[in-house]
């Protein structure tokens, strides 16, 4: 079994652990950030394509 919190770790050892984990959400919580707004661009990319080429076909009409 694992040791108890406080049983065989100093309040430091916990401090550092628990700010090692937060850093690596951060990091974590940031990419998914990037992700999402590339994506987010692509679609808005995407949109002003097909609405361009809607109004260049009403033109012809």
């Not at 406080?6 to 990037?34: E, I, P, V, Y």
């Amino acid at each position: 079994m694992f040791p108890l919190p406080g049983c065989c770790w100093s309040d430091t050892d916990l401090k550092g652990a628990r700010g090692r984990q937060q850093k690596r959400k951060l990091f974590l919580l940031q990419g998914w950030r990037d992700a999402a707004e590339r994506q987010l661009a692509a679609v808005n990319a995407a949109i002003t394509s097909l609405e361009a080429q809607m109004q260049r076909d009403e033109t012809r009409d």
